[in-house]
């Protein structure tokens, strides 16, 4: 796990949260609830829209990481990385299997069966500004990401003393 500022001097150009969690639901978990607290000390606070939004992207990146991306006694690598000065976060999760690629699938029509999973990519392409994979580089697998650029009048989504993110 490391917190980087870019620069000794001013407001850092670029911090990074990484680590690597078990291919487990409890994984998952772990990353969303480490990723909300990151996030809250890099000044997108809880109960903004930015905070729900990027933690709803880690919950369904890390859930499709465990769910799709597992193989046994492999984890998965988590990502979240913050430029301040462009207002861009980036989440990334990284896993060994290489032959499960991810698919954004569509919405059924209403009135036809819909099942009840298989949507969280969807959900991502409309919260993130672009997401994609690649090719894991250090062996198999593929990395998954997703790029959210925070608005400066984001409001805050619930109740609570927040008056939005707070980016410098």
Not at 77 to 105: I, Y
Not at 137 to 158: C, D, H, L, Q
């Amino acid at each position: 796990m490391t917190t980087k500022p870019a620069s000794t001097t001013g407001t850092p150009q670029l911090t990074t949260f990484q680590m690597r969690f078990t291919s487990t639901p409890r994984g998952a978990r772990l990353a969303r609830r480490l990723a909300a607290v990151r996030l809250d000390e890099w000044g997108i606070l809880y109960g903004t829209v930015p905070h729900d939004d990027i933690v709803l992207i880690v919950a369904e990146l890390s859930a499709n990481a465990v769910r799709h991306g597992r193989v046994p006694g492999r984890d998965f690598h988590f990502g979240l990385h913050f430029a301040p000065v462009s207002g861009t976060v980036r989440v990334e999760t990284t896993d060994t299997r290489g032959e499960r690629l991810p698919e954004c699938r569509p919405v059924a029509p209403a009135g036809a069966d819909a099942e009840e999973a298989g949507r969280g990519l969807l959900l991502v392409s409309h919260l993130a500004a672009r997401w994609g994979w690649c090719p894991r580089a250090e062996g198999p697998g593929k990395t998954v990401w997703a790029e959210y650029a925070i608005r400066r009048t984001n409001a805050p989504t619930g109740s609570g003393p927040s008056e939005g993110a707070a980016v410098e």
